[in-house]
């Protein structure tokens, strides 16, 4: 059900999701589909991800987001599913997590800025021509944690200053809003709005490569700190429900409250321009 109780038709709508192999991802993409919509689904487990491909009637996606090259693979099997003239209607960037700084991903990136940030840049960016077909919205999945997060423009990768998960994990989420911003502000007109939003906490396998959050999910008080995983995913289905709203669009909400508490980096225009531009940099669409 969405937020108001009414579920709402998503006939004729196609939807991207990543992060689907299980959690919250899965989860919107079964209820997606049983609303009526064309459901793409993409994860990095191809074991996990395939009941949830033939649970909404499509073949799974497989893409490992430590790797970009993944990623290029994976906006190119999307485009050739969606056809010559094909439009995405809605893409829950969804794929995310938070892992050790110190485990650097296969391009030689902090894992919590790849994998939270810049493959869904990348991914987002490659998907233009699709998403501009027609009106669409793009939902970035955020986090409370921004509220830890210290975006610093010429060391995006934590090269030159001391690495922590949860604040690394906390920038990655901030990403996602400063993200959400720059996509609406050069998008918008072309008809593509953008929202990110915190799901709650979540007693999915979130934090499964963490050491620190794999311990807390391992344990009883798991129970006690999360909400369940139908719970996590209706915020994210009651936005894609409503589709490209000027309501949404730029904003951050927390489950089904807009204007979540977020760090003041969300809201500086320099840091908007700064990471777009060097994210672009980095993924080579300069």
């Known amino acids: 059900m969405s937020e108001s109780g009414v579920e709402r038709s998503m006939a004729g709508r196609t939807v991207l999701v990543t992060g689907a192999s299980d959690g919250i991802g899965a989860e919107a993409a079964r209820v997606l589909a049983g609303r009526g919509a064309t459901v793409l689904v993409t994860g990095r487990s191809a074991e996990k991800l395939r009941p949830v491909a033939a649970a ?16 290029r693979r994976l906006a190119a099997e999307v485009a050739e599913r969606l056809g010559p003239d094909g439009r995405l209607d809605v893409l829950l960037n969804n794929a995310g997590g938070t892992f050790d700084p110190r485990r650097r991903t296969h391009d030689g990136h902090e894992p919590n800025f790849q994998v939270n940030h810049l493959a869904a840049y990348l991914l987002t960016r490659l998907l233009e021509p699709q998403l501009t077909r027609a009106p669409s919205l793009v939902v970035n ?55 990110a939003v915190h799901p709650g906490p979540v007693g999915s396998s979130f934090g499964r490569d963490s050491r620190l959050f794999g311990l807390l999910y391992r344990t009883p008080l798991k129970k006690l700190a999360t909400i369940s ?54 993924v080579g669409l300069s």
């Open 56 to 71: 909404v009637g499509t073949e799974p996606l497989v893409a490992d987001y430590s790797r970009l090259d993944d990623v």
């Open 141 to 195: 999945t955020s986090s409370i944690g921004n509220l830890m997060g210290k975006i610093v423009l010429d060391d995006l990768d934590h090269e030159r200053r001391r690495v922590l998960e949860l604040p690394a994990y906390g920038t990655g989420k901030l990403m996602n809003i400063v993200f959400t911003r720059g996509l609406a502000q050069r998008w918008g007109p072309a008809g593509v709005a953008s929202v």
């Open 229 to 282: 995983v139908p719970d996590g995913a209706a915020p994210l289905v009651w936005l894609a429900e409503r589709g490209p709203d000027p309501e949404v669009d730029g904003r951050y909400f927390s489950r089904f409250t807009a204007d979540g508490k977020e760090n003041k980096q969300a809201r500086d225009q320099r840091i908007i321009d700064g990471l777009w531009e060097r994210s672009a940099d980095l």
